[in-house]
């Protein structure tokens, strides 16, 4: 097949913009062609190199497979596609010799992350308005941010135990904490209100698990998982937010199965960052990975102090994770709360915490 000079000239632009350095060129054509291009050509420029080697294929007749074999070297490269499929009035050799991803004539759009789902918008955006109202800002005393929680049964909260240890000690009375929910701005910004605002019940603590102390370098145990369980004065998910006749806040239901954190994919985060109105965090490229007893999960997306107690969602809004502790410039970590839940059961709470009945 013999091309003209307008055709030489867009395929010598489309191998150079693809392969960029001689060396990846030399590399190809050994790879691809067993053939060593400084037998073709003695250029060392990229252009003279190219120029050649297409001059090579013309002369000798392998002109498709030079196009393909550079398709397959750099699977998804736009201006190699278009050449391909304008350049030649029989494409059928597309649908045979290119990867499949290839093969559709016109395709522009791929699949580029496996392990990012496309979501349904209105699924998507009624869940995160559920659960927003299901998060709170956790204060002691009154007016003084702590960290964050939220409700998994409709008088229950968790939080982290450090967020609540002060109180855990005694060191600060139960009376003087606050839990306050609907603390979010609208769309332009401004304060929706102060929000609606929940107290603790005199016998308040229905579970514990401390944290690893900081100067112990080992993994937590089981029973090192950093979170608190608090009964409410009132039953807040039960409760309906807004006027009367309004839905019931609700609650976040606990996972059922065991979540698999595979690395690099998204996680979201609902939080009250240095005591702020709700924000969401999240990252498509989070999750770093869990460690040996999967009891930390690390990954990429921002918090602050008041974060903490805060949960982590899939991209599903599916409960993933408790987030509890950060190391600046490095990541930040969360307990998986498929290994909060399996304590939870062996504590005898589960079933109970999944009946959606008032603890």
């Known amino acids: 097949m013999t091309i003209s000079g307008d055709q030489h000239e867009k395929l010598s632009e489309a191998l150079r913009d693809a392969f960029r350095r001689p060396n990846r060129f030399e590399e190809f054509v ?6 060593n291009i400084y037998d073709i050509t003695i250029a060392e420029d990229l252009r003279e190199l190219a120029f050649d080697l297409i001059n090579e294929a013309d002369r000798q007749g392998w002109v498709r497979t030079l196009i393909l074999g550079a398709l397959q070297s750099n699977p998804g490269h736009q201006k190699l596609i278009e050449f391909a499929e304008n350049f030649f009035s029989d494409t059928s050799f597309l649908d045979t010799s290119l990867p499949l991803e290839l093969s559709a004539r016109g395709t522009r759009e791929k699949i580029i992350r496996q392990t990012n789902s496309f979501l349904d918008v209105d699924e998507w955006l009624v869940k995160l308005s559920q659960i927003q109202a299901q998060v709170c800002r956790i204060e002691f005393p009154k007016g003084k941010e702590q960290g964050t929680g939220f409700l998994i049964a409709p008088n229950m909260l968790i939080t982290n135990f450090h967020v609540m240890e002060d109180v855990i000690k005694g060191e600060v009375a139960y009376n ?25 019940t005199k016998n308040w603590l229905i579970d514990q698990s401390p944290y690893l102390p900081d100067n112990e370098n080992r993994l937590p145990t089981l029973d090192e998982l950093d979170y608190t369980l608090l009964r409410l004065d009132g039953e807040p998910g039960n409760t309906p ?22 690395p690099n994919t998204p996680l979201f985060i609902l939080q009250h960052p240095m005591g702020q109105p709700l924000k969401l965090a999240f990252d498509t490229d989070a999750i770093i990975g869990v460690n040996e007893n999967n009891t930390i999960v690390k990954y990429r997306v921002n918090t602050e102090n008041g974060s903490s107690g805060s949960p982590c969602f899939n991209s599903s809004w599916d409960l993933v994770a ?38």
């Open 30 to 35: 050994k790879y691809r062609f067993d053939k």
């Open 176 to 200: 003087d904490v606050i839990l306050r929910f609907d603390y979010r701005k609208s769309a332009g910004g401004i304060l929706k209100t102060n929000g609606t605002e929940y107290c603790l």
């Open 241 to 262: 937010v807004g006027e009367k006749g309004s839905p019931a806040r609700g609650w976040i239901e606990l996972p059922i199965k065991p979540y698999k954190f595979l």
């Open 322 to 359: 408790l987030h509890h502790m950060g190391f600046e410039g490095q990541y930040n970590a969360g307990t998986p709360f498929n290994t909060i839940c399996s304590r939870l059961d062996k504590q005898g709470l589960l079933e109970n915490v999944r009946s959606g009945k008032v603890i």
